[in-house]
């Protein structure tokens, strides 16, 4: 199975990735995340990553591009992939079409996960991040086992700098004008499901797999 997980920063894209990517085995290709690694990890890309991100614009899309097209070559992705937080622009989402065209293996399903602005905000200044494998906590919906640790690998929990209150609405309003268009662009593909992203986490996962399973 290929998959976007489409949503704004904060509806829940991240959680759902990794619940998909353990029941399809599959693995889940996160630009965040990455980019996230290779800031911790001093590279390059990293530098060049973190004023964009910091600042909750997005990083310019041959950068982001340049990453995926490497990425979905590599065997894991042979038998699917869940993309969460990419494609963000139309270019993007052009670029990946034909990188996944070229392979044979164009995207098959587009979840978009709609959460109102509101409790993006309130779901997002609760949230802290482990920086070393990724895993995301929310101080009162998915609250750490292990007081301020992480349950998978007991590095101590961020909350992110682009997390904070000023950022996030930044990227609120980045995501409006950029990335939601791409909700049009799969629909003509006839490639939309749309999810209410509202409830439990559960609910909402069973939402998405019931809809996966009709579609
Ligand atoms: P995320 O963890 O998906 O919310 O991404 C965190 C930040 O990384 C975003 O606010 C962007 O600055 C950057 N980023 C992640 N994915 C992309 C993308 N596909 N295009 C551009 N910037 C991205």
Same mark, same amino acid.
């Given at each position: 199975?290929? *998959?976007?997980?489409? %949503? &704004?920063?904060?509806?829940?894209? %991240?959680?759902? &990735?990794?619940? *998909?990517?353990? &029941?399809? $085995?599959?693995?889940?290709?996160?630009? %965040?995340?990455?980019?996230?690694? !290779?800031?911790?990890?001093?590279?390059?890309?990293?530098?060049?990553?973190?004023?964009?991100?910091?600042?909750?614009?997005? #990083?310019?899309?041959?950068?982001?591009?340049?990453?995926?097209?490497?990425?979905?070559?590599?065997? /894991?992705?042979? $038998?699917?992939?869940?993309?969460?937080?990419?494609?963000?622009?139309?270019?993007?989402?052009?670029?990946?079409?034909?990188?996944?065209?070229?392979? %044979?293996?164009?995207?098959? !399903?587009? #979840?978009?996960?709609?959460?109102?602005?509101?409790?993006?905000?309130?779901?997002?200044?609760?949230?802290?991040?482990?920086? &070393?494998?990724?895993?995301?906590? !929310?101080?009162?919906?998915?609250?750490?086992? +292990?007081?301020?640790?992480?349950?998978?690998?007991?590095?101590?929990? =961020?909350?992110?700098?682009? /997390?904070?209150?000023?950022?996030? +609405? +930044?990227? *609120?309003?980045?995501? !409006?004008?950029? =990335?939601?268009? *791409?909700?049009?662009?799969?629909?003509?593909?006839?490639?939309?499901?749309?999810?209410?992203?509202?409830?439990?986490?559960?609910?909402?996962?069973?939402?998405?797999?019931?809809?996966?399973?009709?579609?």
């Amino acid at each position: 199975m290929r *998959l976007i997980l489409l %949503g &704004a920063p904060g509806a829940g894209k %991240g959680t759902q &990735a990794e619940m *998909l990517m353990n &029941a399809y $085995n599959i693995p889940t290709i996160s630009t %965040g995340n990455i980019f996230r690694e !290779h800031i911790a990890n001093k590279t390059d890309l990293g530098q060049k990553a973190k004023g964009y991100m910091d600042q909750g614009q997005l #990083v310019p899309d041959e950068l982001v591009i340049e990453l995926v097209k490497d990425r979905v070559k590599k065997d /894991d992705c042979k $038998n699917g992939m869940i993309f969460d937080g990419f494609p963000r622009t139309i270019p993007q989402a052009k670029a990946l079409d034909i990188m996944l065209d070229e392979l %044979g293996m164009p995207i098959e !399903h587009v #979840v978009n996960v709609d959460v109102q602005d509101e409790i993006i905000v309130e779901r997002i200044s609760g949230r802290r991040t482990c920086l &070393a494998c990724g895993e995301t906590y !929310h101080k009162i919906y998915k609250v750490e086992l +292990k007081d301020g640790l992480c349950n998978k690998c007991n590095t101590e929990l =961020t909350h992110r700098d682009d /997390d904070k209150l000023e950022t996030v +609405k +930044k990227r *609120l309003e980045v995501y !409006h004008s950029q =990335t939601k268009p *791409l909700i049009n662009y799969y629909q003509e593909q006839d490639k939309l499901i749309n999810i209410d992203g509202l409830g439990k986490v559960d609910e909402v996962y069973a939402k998405i797999t019931k809809a996966l399973e009709v579609n």
